[in-house]
């Protein structure tokens, strides 16, 4: 009889994990903002409510990425999640820089950082466990 053997990444920082983790989240985030944007284009939506929908879309992202950050993994889910979401903010911070000039480092970014990474550790909690 034939037995399901589950590999598991023995080392404590699953860095494979960490890359399919922030691919599916910013796949899930391209799609949720291309759909909003033809809500704003194609219907009476108003662009005042666009700052709470990146906030939004953003959080779910760095929770998604450290949920899926563990999927292999059988210990330490929240550094690989605070992992995670602490390089979904660093490249959301180097498009930010590169597609609007006027964008740069300031104290609002220390914040995004600090939320990115437990929001991030917290997915990393979440995703271990499911």
Avoid at 92 to 116: A, D, N, Q, R
Wanted: charged share 10%.
């Amino acid at each position: 009889m034939k037995t399901k053997i589950q590999k598991y990444n023995s080392g404590i920082i699953n860095v494979k994990g960490i890359g399919i983790g922030l691919l599916i989240s910013y796949i899930i985030t391209l799609s949720a903002f291309v759909i909003y944007a033809f809500l704003l284009t194609y219907t009476s939506l108003s662009e005042f409510s666009l700052p709470t929908m990146t906030m939004l879309v953003t959080i779910i992202g760095v929770v998604i990425a450290g949920a899926f950050s563990t999927k292999n993994t059988k210990s330490k889910g929240w550094l690989n999640g605070g992992i995670a979401g602490l390089l979904y903010i660093t490249v959301m911070f180097v498009f930010g820089i590169l597609f609007i000039k006027e964008l740069g480092p300031s104290s609002s970014w220390l914040i995004k950082y600090l939320w990115g990474g437990f929001l991030g550790s917290l997915g990393g909690m979440i995703g271990i466990n499911l």
